[in-house]
């Protein structure tokens, strides 16, 4: 067979000459290497210079040697240091993204820990496909997709396909949208999932009533944080008795043992003071700082003369400290004139702290509730028959809501409390009042079984002094309306005095 010379070699630089034989084998490249040169430490060193390069190309001025380590079998501490922290940083935003979403779980409204992460200088800004960075993503993938608007143009769309900002359904969709902007407190629901479309007119009315239910809310909390209702105290109310602990005047407070219409009693341990000897068992009594319940106090403070000149009605919170001072200025007088009742350790606005009637946490029962023998409840009589007496002659005051309700039984004897409403017989509805408490004590202790108990008209002559004879209730009370009347003709002729002498207009001695 003949065979072809090849041609001419290419010259240097050209393309080298290719076989046109099939089986030809093709010229080799690559240059070989020796098992030496694979294994040589300083190509694994290089390797691993270029390697830590791509890496951290920000790392130029560390010497190589450094980097590498020269002699040694560690790289550069500060690289370890920093792939160290990386590390760390990394595991940290894993733990702190499966917090995150324990903590989320299926709620539509989430809460990210975005702040919280440990985003490390030296991270590359690659992340992996089941993480988001929220950093850099505008849309929420998880969340639904809002109804937009060309906002720049105001319309979508080319020719008849053309839909304004104004179209009925686009419109409708925004609205729901914008329902997201009202109060947490305003459910709204998932709108957007409905696709409800909300016309002007039903969102304008949704949203002013969200406002009205906004400052509803507002008001009804502002109220229940100045005020008292029920067993709850308010935070003045409840700072007054943490100065009081703190003072020690009181050792601790108990819980709620009486309620009423006016005022809430808690029982107390009793600590030490300075200038008096504090019992030891206590009892708080909160005046409630709201009206609904108790509206006439006003008629019997703005009469008496003693707060008649500071009784103002336009300020509910002073109502109630004077009506606390007035039951601690009642009970001094009472106990001066040996009435058993509460003594008075401290009054604190409208907190007034006495003595408790009764023995290790367990109140007195009331003279209503207590079951009495024939004998007692003749005793109980006579007492409370003196002590009305003592009550009006030596401290010149009318219980005026005297029953069995405010009356104790303690130590086989009565004791008055709530004297908080007590006025002086001179009161232009004193004397009312005395025949109100007279009729309550009378039918109580006429149902008790009490032989020698009188009636009404014959104990309010009996305690008054007075001498009204009268065929029936309605005269004796007509009787009663005149003498008042006479009493307040009195007391205005010597308040009218008493500005004169004050004045300078006539002599003192006078």
Known sequence: MEQVAPPPGPAAGSQPWRS?????????????????????EELAKELQQQEESAAFPHVIGIDTTALIGEGTETSSDLLLAQMLQMQFDREYDAQLRREENKFNGGSKVSISFENYRMVHPFEDSESSDDEVDWQDTRHDPYGPDKPSTNAKRGFVGKGREITTKHD?????????????????????GDGIGMDLKLSNRVFNALKQHSYSEQRRSARIHEKKEHSTSDQAVDSKTRLLLYKMVNAGVLESVSGCISTGKESVIFHAKGGSMDDKMVPSECAIKVFKTTLNEFKNRDKYIKDDYRFKDRFSHLNPRKIIRMWAEKEMHNLVRMQEAGIPCPEVVMLKKHVLVMSFIGQDHVPAPKLKDVKLSSEDMKRAYYQVLYMMQQLYTGCKLVHADLSAYNMLWHMGKVWLIDVSQSVEPTHPHGLEFLFRDCKNVSQFFQKAGVVDAMGERELFNAVSGLDITADNEVDFIVQIEALEKINEDHVQQIGKRARMIHECEIPAED
């Open 168 to 188: 009925e359904v686009t419109c409708g969709r925004r609205n729901t949208a914008r329902m997201e902007n009202f109060a947490p407190e305003f459910q709204v």
């Open 20 to 40: 046109k034989c099939p089986w030809g084998s093709p010229p080799s490249t690559v240059t070989p290497c020796s098992l030496s040169d694979v294994m040589s």
